[in-house]
């Protein structure tokens, strides 16, 4: 099959169960050409893994994004008293002492 613009097809043949599903996506033959450098210079086992990689770290990133922004609009900070971060300790080590 010849698509246009020179885009090939990309299977993404997932196991079925455990909830995951099949996609199929067309790349430009630049793109297909770096997907297949990426998973023979990093021993991916497939294509599929290199973007299931791929999509993994793009919503790790998004769910740090969502955090770091929940973070800076959770109002000014407050500074500690004198002794938290000793009482901290403390307790620390004698949960450590515990053990």
Known sequence: MH???GARTLWQSLPS???MATMNISLPD???QFVDQQVAEHAYGSSS???RELIRKQRDIEQLR???LGGANSG???AAEAGFFNAM???ANARAGEQ
């Open 3 to 5: 698509l246009p613009n």
């Open 17 to 19: 169960g455990g909830g």
């Open 30 to 32: 630049e793109l297909k």
């Open 49 to 51: 893994e290199y973007l």
């Open 66 to 68: 969502g955090v770091l």
């Open 76 to 78: 000014p900070a407050v």
């Open 89 to 91: 300790q403390a307790r």
